[in-house]
């Protein structure tokens, strides 16, 4: 059964061809066409869905499927309005992360359904069930729906039901500790992948789903081999979301294996494409974005993700954390990581565990390295404590690198140097096994500290040599790396940044370069013109001949008439489940449904500008973010090869972001010659 509502095949048959071929916005054409002419046929509405879903308009789709629903209902037909409702409540959960209408409409799928036989449909509710309770946090009950999904899928033969019931088994298996056992569920879960049961979307969501299993679990070789595959099978047949989420996923591994430029491209792009998808899990690819700029030294441009992020509702930790640690302020990163672990963020999501302590493992490990720097020893102890024990629990490489990692930390703010040598010697190995060169040269830094402390200058000097050499290859900053590097620029009141022709002649710190001119010592140059005044991007891109103008290039209003038509029918669908909640006395549900409807209601009051009017999600600035902030990262390096002193000061003076600046020490007041 193709998810996508239920009916006979629609009169016009041109419809279903487009559709099989992938034509989405042609068949949304031909249906709209038809709309025009007279009123659709349920069965025409729910192609309606389908086209709308894959040619980018979600709001359409669950809208048509909507009026699928009503047609159906208002003709006798329950049977046909249930599979309508079941769609609505699939697509709902898939793309918006509000678990309150999800909730709405499963129930009255199942009203619609009262006492009858057995059906696809109610394959289709089972798997819903099976992750609204997941993602919610219940796995007791998701683990009884999974088992229903998997025994009205087989028998009823919705292989989507059947598969993500077993997907689901498996991560609840793993998250309650038997890791092998969930691994050979995986597994068998993913031959219907690649036996091609499934249609195009359902392959896409299942692969989705081992990826984000192998993800939570730190299986990283495994979860690499499922984006791979996912990656292969996108190409021609991917729509709806399922296309932006393989993009994270492959961000994700990028930034891991070192690729930190061509991850930031696949995290961009992915934000771009689940714009429109994404509500409150659009914080997902925010996150990951912030977290490859944090990794990049982009401070700004993490910072900029990261409020994003959290606009959608979403809680971006422990990266958050550990950009406020990289921009001095400790104590506040020390409060930010209690909290997440005191109280983790609510928002329902199929993207990380939504339980347990894999969920816990990534704020511990961020709590340990942040707890040294406040110098709160007995908390760095606890947190590393518990790492080692989830570590231990669930043997993942990763894991257990991760927790070896801070071990050593807690052993060398104690002075016991040996025994950090030690740890941080098997956290090296197991980053070295698992592939991840930043994490491995993050790891040697705190070797070479911890041998320092031990009396071993030349090896400390070596590790320290081959982190630096190691970030440098991958584009990525460490932390405290200026420092470590140079120490503070020295104080000079006169430098040279002057172009003649091709070439730029440089002058700092008494000594001189001439290096061929870039366009991002070209910008600099202009930042350098004007210290302490901040340059939007688009004002330094629209000098250079090819760069993005600063106009146009808008996605569009953020929250569209249609968007806005469906969220205001979502709170009340907030309210009933909220009424029903509390005659319940489920204070949970409670809590997640208000959750749900302030998200809404902060997506209605951000979607209007100045006057009522639309407010625009704009494309252009953010492109030419990323175009500037690699411009000026590419020539830094070139001159941090000639000419180091004066590269370590232009990487602590010069602000990144939509705005940037030349922000010098006016201790060590400088004067340019450009």
């Known amino acids: ?51 709308a879903y894959g040619a980018g308009e979600f709001e359409a789709a669950i809208t048509a499927w909507e009026q699928q629903c009503a047609v159906c209902q208002s003709s006798g037909d329950d049977a046909a309005a249930a599979a309508a409702a079941a769609t609505v409540a699939l697509y709902l959960m898939m793309d918006t992360g509000l678990m309150a209408p999800v909730r709405g409409w499963l129930a009255r799928a199942e009203r619609l359904l009262g006492d009858r036989p057995e059906s696809p449909t109610h394959a289709l509710v089972a798997m819903a ?55 050979e569920l995986l597994d068998e879960a993913a031959v219907s992948v690649v036996s091609g049961e499934l249609d195009p979307l359902g392959a896409g969501m299942v692969y989705c789903e081992l990826i984000c299993a192998m993800q939570g679990l730190a299986q990283y070789d495994r979860a690499e081999q499922w984006t791979e595959a996912m990656e292969h099978w996108r190409v021609g047949t991917a729509y709806g979301g399922i296309n932006g989420r393989c993009r994270v996923h492959r961000a994700e591994i990028l930034r891991l294996r070192g690729s930190c430029a061509a991850a930031e491209e696949q995290a961009l792009e992915a934000c ?41 509702g979403w809680d971006p930790q422990p990266w958050l954390a550990l950009l406020r640690l990289a921009q001095g302020d400790a104590v506040g990163a020390a409060a930010m990581i209690a909290d997440a672990l005191e109280h983790p963020c609510p928002v329902p999501s199929k993207e990380w565990p939504p339980l347990g302590a894999l969920r816990r493992a990534p704020l ?18 606890r947190a590393s404590d518990q790492l080692s024990d989830i570590a231990a629990s669930f043997r993942s490489r990763a894991l257990a690198a991760a927790a070896a990692l801070g071990r050593s930390r807690v052993a ?50 070596r590790e320290e040599r081959a982190a630096l050499a190691t970030a440098d290859r991958i584009g990525a900053r460490l932390p405290a790396r200026g420092a470590r590097r140079a120490g503070p620029a020295p104080a000079r009141s006169a ?15 008494g000594r001189s370069v001439v290096l061929r001119d870039l366009k991002g010592m070209r910008y600099l140059a202009r930042l350098m013109a004007a210290p302490d005044r901040e340059f939007h991007v688009l004002d330094l891109a629209a000098g250079e001949v090819g760069e993005i103008a600063p106009t146009g290039g808008d996605l569009g209003p953020a929250v569209d008439g249609q968007a806005r038509a469906a969220y205001k029918r979502r709170l009340a669908e907030i309210d009933d489940d909220l009424d029903e909640a509390g005659a319940l006395g489920d204070s949970e549900r409670m809590a997640l449904a208000r959750a749900d409807r302030d998200y809404l209601l902060r997506e209605l009051a951000g979607a209007f500008g100045l006057g009522g009017r639309d407010r625009m999600s704009g494309s252009a600035s953010e492109r030419a973010r990323a175009s500037v902030t690699r411009s000026l990262r590419y020539a830094v390096a070139r001159i941090a090869e000639h000419h180091p002193e004066l590269a370590d000061h232009l990487e602590r003076m010069v602000r990144t972001g939509t705005y940037c600046s030349y922000v010098p020490d006016p201790r060590v007041p400088i004067t340019w010659v450009l």
Not at 4 to 27: K, M
Not at 435 to 456: F, H, I, K, N, S
């Open 272 to 312: 771009r494409e689940l714009r429109p998808w994404m509500r409150r899990e659009f914080g997902w690819p925010l996150t990951e974005l912030g977290a490859i700029r944090l990794r990049t030294g982009d401070l700004a441009g993490a910072d900029q993700a990261f409020r994003e992020a959290l606009e959608h």
């Open 129 to 183: 069930r099976t992750y609204e309770r997941f993602m919610c946090g219940d796995a007791e009950s998701a683990a009884l729906w999974a088992e229903r999904a998997i025994e009205l899928g087989g028998r009823q033969r919705v292989p989507l039901a059947a598969a993500l019931g077993r997907v689901a088994a498996a991560r609840l298996v793993i998250l309650g500790g038997s890791v092998e056992r969930g691994l």
């Open 1 to 51: 059964m193709t998810v996508g509502g239920p009916g006979q095949v629609a009169a016009d048959g041109r419809v279903e061809a487009t559709l099989a071929r992938g034509e989405w916005s042609a068949a949304l054409g031909l249906l709209r066409g038809l709309q025009a002419q007279r009123p659709l046929a349920p069965a025409e509405l729910g192609l309606l869905g389908r086209a």
């Open 412 to 461: 060398l703010a104690d002075g016991e140097a040996e025994s950090a040598v030690r740890e941080c010697q098997e956290a090296l190995a197991g980053w070295s096994e698992v592939g991840a060169p930043y994490e491995e040269a993050a790891a040697r830094l705190v070797l070479a500290d911890a041998e320092r402390l031990c009396g071993r200058t030349d090896r400390a000097q």
């Open 495 to 509: 430098g040279v940044f002057r172009r003649d022709g091709d070439v730029r002649t440089i002058t700092f710190a």
């Open 364 to 381: 511990l490990a961020a709590q340990v390295e942040i707890a040294v720097a406040v110098g709160d020893g007995e908390t760095a102890r």
